[in-house]
């Protein structure tokens, strides 16, 4: 079944136009349980991973001091049901785009400073060259010290997700437009409008693309270091909607059954996690953000 967000109370750029120039794409996951294969898009489903490449682990530091961890499939995305990644090209001759992560919390500063959370790594592939798929992946582990923590506050492993893309505009968090645009939106809202930050400008929930929310931290650069600003590539998210975010709920999901957390998971505080990446290419390492 597809996925409708509902459209937005008014057309915020007949009111703002200079906002037109900020627009961006963002394609919204819609996550929901379900059962996928490894042809398919999902996430936390099973991926179509080569069976003569070793699946890729974890040789960080964990809690029980075991060994290194075999990542876990977070998203497996095919470029039939994605075509358009806002932002960027699929690369050259790649149709697939996996991600995997620990579902360990670790820092690396390399990959940014202040970040603290499972750490992604991401695939690009072309779906024709794999043959022999892997059917059983390795089990992963929440390796977090008993003396703190019960199995059970795994909040990284994935529910199994079948996904429902769908393609939506979106318009900067008032932190990234001019001091002088964001103040008369402010000013507006306040009087007449509905809210931008909830209601016009950035969808909730897990996407490719679109602009990131700085709700949390306002706003801060994430530059490469070739110079180029960087932009989200994925936003993996804790809930896919919540607070003012409800205007988003997509029309097909009924009031009495829908599940604002269809992952299970619990990223940022209950936020979310942007993989942030260069436009200029997708080679240049990605740096990782929560709000
Ligand atoms: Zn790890
Ligand atoms: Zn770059």
Redesign the pocket.
């Known amino acids: 079944m597809v996925r409708t967000t509902p459209p937005r109370p008014i057309t915020v750029t007949e009111v703002f136009p200079e906002l037109s120039a900020y627009k961006r794409t963002a394609i919204r996951l819609h996550p929901r349980p379900g059962a996928s294969s490894a042809d398919e898009s999902s996430m936390g489903g099973p991926l179509l991973w080569p069976a003569g490449e070793p699946w890729p682990h974890c040789t960080r530091d964990h809690e029980d001091e075991a060994g290194p961890v075999a990542l876990l499939p977070v998203l497996q995305v095919y470029a039939r049901d994605v075509p358009e990644l806002p932002g960027w090209d699929w690369p050259e001759g790649t149709d697939l785009l996996q991600v995997l992560w620990c579902p360990n919390d670790h820092r690396d500063p390399s990959i940014d400073p202040w970040y603290e959370g499972p750490i992604p790594t991401l695939f690009w592939r072309r779906s024709a060259d794999v043959q022999d798929v892997l059917h059983t992946p390795p089990a992963s582990r929440f390796a977090c010290d008993p003396e703190y923590y019960h199995p059970a506050d795994d909040w990284y492993t994935l529910t199994p997700c079948v996904i429902h893309p769908e393609a939506v505009a979106e318009y900067p968090d008032a932190g990234e437009v001019p001091k002088e645009l964001a103040l008369r939106i402010h000013e507006w809202e306040e009087f007449s409008g509905p809210e931008y930050q909830y209601e016009l400008s950035i969808s909730p929930g897990c996407k490719v693309g679109g602009w990131p929310t700085w709700h949390l931290t306002d706003f801060h650069a994430i530059d490469?270091?070739?110079g180029?600003r960087m932009q989200p590539l994925l936003t993996i998210a804790s809930s896919e909607w919540h607070g003012g975010g409800e205007s988003w709920i997509p029309v097909e999901d009924h009031p009495d059954t829908r599940d604002s957390d269809p992952l299970g998971i619990d990223v940022g505080r209950y936020g979310q996690m942007r993989v942030f990446a260069?436009p200029?290419?997708l080679d240049?390492p990605i740096r990782l953000d929560t709000q």
């Open positions: 490469c270091p070739c180029a260069c200029t290419s240049h």
